[in-house]
């Protein structure tokens, strides 16, 4: 091994671990304790906000779709965004779990949102082993919990999108490679056994987001690697032909599958959807939604509005460490927390996205999601331990979950209700009562709607003879002195036809999927 490899050192082993630090271990013991409600209650207090908020169009409501329809028709190869229109966009990971759980749950906000909730678990079991061992049991607490209340992580870990399950994944990759540096080369199975769990990481990877994800993942460890001289461990990982295997059977089948099964995806994904889609601002080739043309160098204010507020404590601390110890304080309390190759492996995971998303203008706010452990990493690890062991950072982080408690529980769902169809089919169904009533769109109906309504606007949801036809309407369209409205959102109300038994208007073309 070169002389920059990990030595014994390189990598501190955590004060829980080491019977000379008995003493600091009992000092620290209150702080651990701290820590651990706190990672708790905010992981509980995500769990029990998921019900609460209805799903919402254009992203969240969409997907939801997807995998319901996934779960009604027992499509598991392709994903479809209607019973017609296969859906190119994404890879099924995220849609086969969320598909599952309404199998297992019924279909609903709870069982749509429970599969982000526990890929965010599984992300925060990679943190905690990629820091295990690598500093001390107050820093790795303290580091779960800030990662699990930076806003995005914790609106995702509850969202119906693909980004949780991304996170998850990478984080998986990027916890192996450590764990590969970690076991040093006096240890070559542990490293061997490391390697192929980052494997299995860039499977799924490849099965999340494809291979925007396996770039996403790789590219830390190979900035990491070409910069701290670990070429030893990335050839002891690439000559390993159990590590391909594993590679190549997790990510490689489905592909091959999706493409016999609907001929033009892999161009389509390909091309489109990982080369056009950045290049191009206001891309428009999206089958699916519409190109986001954001400033180049946007990713870098998302990512800084991600990681609040720690990255403002980060700001703060390290000239006030400067100003208090002198000039390289900040740099010397940071190799003292997590050491001198964490640290740097923080910052090139940090980087990473922020490099490669710089000059794309089609990116939206969730591309930050896998910068935020290394900038949590890097802004706790300006604390010494001693400094944990006190309530004051402790606290400062309970009132950011007090807060997160408080919007997601007395604000978003208000919030969420007017950009979700949600209150109009519920408006629907109590007006109808145990009837057959009608209910048509005067416009293509959102997601929400095909999803609250179980798929039924599909053919269209036709009134029996007798009973009355409600229709949906644009806000446009709706006279100010009409006030017979039974529920809006933003965009659109729910009213009353003069339409008695009448067919709903022409539904979309009848299904060409059978269920299981």
């Not at 043309?293 to 204010?301: C, K, N, R, V």
Request: charged share 15%; with cysteine.
């Amino acid at each position: 091994m070169n002389s920059n490899s990990p030595a014994a050192g390189a990598f501190p082993r955590s004060q829980e671990s080491s019977g000379a630090f008995s003493t600091a271990e009992r000092a620290e013991r209150g702080s651990v304790r701290a820590w651990q409600v706190l990672l708790f209650l905010a992981i509980a207090v995500r769990l029990l906000t998921l019900p609460l908020i209805p799903l919402t169009d254009h992203t969240e409501a969409r997907y939801a779709e997807i995998a319901r329809l996934m779960a009604q028709f027992g499509d598991w190869i392709s994903p479809h965004i209607t019973p017609q229109e296969v859906f190119w966009a994404k890879p099924p990971l995220s849609t086969w779990s969320q598909a599952l759980l309404m199998r297992w749950l019924g279909v609903n906000e709870w069982s749509g949102r429970l599969a982000a909730w526990l890929w965010s678990l599984m992300a925060l079991g990679c943190f905690h082993w990629m820091l295990r061992g690598s500093v001390s049991q107050a820093h790795r607490l303290a580091m779960l919990a800030a990662l699990m209340l930076c806003p995005m992580f914790f609106i995702c870990a509850g969202a119906v999108m693909t980004d949780a399950t991304l996170s998850a994944c990478v984080l998986l990759v990027q916890a192996a490679w450590w764990r590969v540096l970690a076991a040093g080369s006096a240890d070559r199975r542990r490293q061997r056994r490391a390697g192929r769990i980052l494997a299995l990481g860039l499977g799924l990877a490849l099965l999340t987001k494809g291979p925007a994800a396996a770039v996403l993942a790789l590219l830390p460890v190979l900035m990491h690697a070409a910069w701290r001289r670990h070429w030893a461990a990335v050839k002891l990982v690439l000559r390993d032909p159990v590590a391909w295997i594993i590679w190549m059977a997790v990510g490689l089948p489905w592909y091959v599958a999706a493409e016999l099964k609907t001929p033009g995806f892999i161009q389509y994904f390909v091309l489109g959807e990982h080369v056009m889609r950045f290049i191009q601002p206001g891309w428009k080739g999206d089958r699916y939604g519409f190109a986001h043309a954001e400033p180049l160098g946007m990713i870098w204010a998302f990512t800084l509005v991600s990681a609040l507020p720690w990255v403002l404590m980060a700001a703060v601390r390290w000239p006030w460490l400067r100003w208090k110890q002198g000039r390289g304080a900040a740099a010397a309390v940071l190799r003292q927390a997590v050491g001198s190759e964490l640290a740097s492996y923080a910052l090139c995971i940090t980087l990473a996205p922020l490099l490669l998303f710089s000059a794309a203008g089609n990116i939206i706010m969730t591309y930050s999601m896998t910068a935020l452990p290394g900038m949590v990493i890097l802004a706790f690890g300006l604390w010494p331990a001693r400094s944990l062991q006190g309530y004051r950072v402790a606290a400062g982080a309970g009132a950011v979950l007090a807060l997160m408690a408080w919007l997601f529980v007395a604000k978003v769902p208000a919030v969420s209700e007017r950009s979700s169809d949600k209150v109009l089919i519920q408006a629907y169904e109590r007006a109808c009562g145990p009837r057959a009533c009608g209910l048509r769109y005067e416009d293509k109906p959102p997601y929400s709607a095909f999803f609250y309504t179980q798929g039924r606007l599909y053919d269209g949801i036709r009134a029996e003879a007798g009973a009355p036809t409600f229709v949906v309407r644009s806000k446009a369209k709706i006279p100010n002195a009409e006030r017979d409205t039974l529920a809006c959102n933003k965009d659109a109300c729910l009213l009353p036809s003069s339409e008695l038994a009448s067919p709903a208007a022409s539904p979309l073309p009848s299904t060409t999927l059978k269920p299981n």
